[in-house]
Antibody, heavy 121, light 108 residues
Framework: QITLTESGPTLVKPTQTLTLTCTFSGFSHSTAGVAVGWIRQPPEKALEWLAHIYWNDAKFYSTSLKSRLAITKDSSKNQVVLTMTNVDPVDTGTYYC?????????????WGQGTLVTVSS | DIQMTQSPSSLSASVGDRVTITCRASQNINTYLSWYQQKPGKAPKLLIYGASTLHSGVPSRFSGSGSGTDFTLTISSLQPEDFATYYCQQSQSSIMYTFGQGTKLEIK
């Protein structure tokens, strides 16, 4: 079955760069139609889509955060990495990675459990 | 960017009630609309994709409808485990996805 697990620091200082890793199993990121995305959720707030990367290495980013985000994949390691530069306390929240397939109208059908990131000095 | 607006923001209902949540897109998204359920401290779960297709394992009391800009999620007979927050999400624009602000469904 498909599983995804997020990992990274729990505490980051303002202005630093945040690096999160999504390690997955049960699918290949080389399969046509597959993408892995990142979504975050500030405490007690709504979900916010950040970015995703397709099997063919096509990458898409949130318009408002595009200048600060970078997403890469390593299909041999079954990992997707998201980096966010110049973090601020407003970036505090739970970060999820999720699997997407274009055959399901690009919906996120499997999610990781999330990792809580706090930005504070 | 496509904006997604859900209504209501919160809703109180009783077990057995029929409940409808609405999601409106700022432009035509055809049927590229998904619904998710999220319980406190848990990751969201996909309920419906393509506006009306039930994801595997989702109970049949959940249904979705709509196309273009107006969509609904209906729960035909609320069960205790359905009290949660529900989000819609558009994926028409593969350049940028968008979630609605969420609808919190609470027990009356």
């Amino acid at each position: 079955q498909i599983t995804l697990t997020e990992s990274g620091p729990t505490l980051v200082k303002p202005t630093q760069t945040l690096t999160l890793t999504c390690t997955f199993s049960g699918f290949s990121h080389s399969t046509a139609g597959v993408a892995v995305g990142w979504i975050r959720q500030p405490p007690e707030k709504a979900l916010e889509w950040l970015a995703h990367i397709y099997w063919n290495d096509a990458k898409f980013y949130s318009t408002s955060l595009k200048s600060r985000l970078a997403i890469t994949k390593d299909s041999s390691k079954n990992q997707v990495v998201l980096t966010m530069t110049n973090v601020d306390p407003v970036d505090t929240g739970t970060y999820y990675c999720a699997h997407l397939h274009t055959s399901n109208y690009h919906s996120y059908d499997f999610w990781g459990q999330g990792t809580l990131v706090t930005v504070s000095s | 960017d496509i904006q997604m607006t859900q209504s209501p923001s919160s809703l109180s209902a009783s077990v057995g009630d029929r409940v409808t949540i609405t999601c409106r897109a700022s432009q035509n998204i055809n049927t590229y609309l998904s619904w998710y359920q999220q319980k406190p401290g848990k990751a969201p779960k996909l309920l419906i994709y393509g506006a009306s297709t039930l994801h595997s394992g989702v109970p049949s009391r959940f249904s979705g409808s709509g196309s273009g800009t107006d969509f609904t999620l209906t729960i035909s007979s609320l069960q205790p485990e359905d009290f949660a927050t529900y989000y819609c999400q558009q994926s028409q624009s593969s350049i940028m996805y968008t979630f609605g602000q969420g609808t919190k469904l609470e027990i009356k």
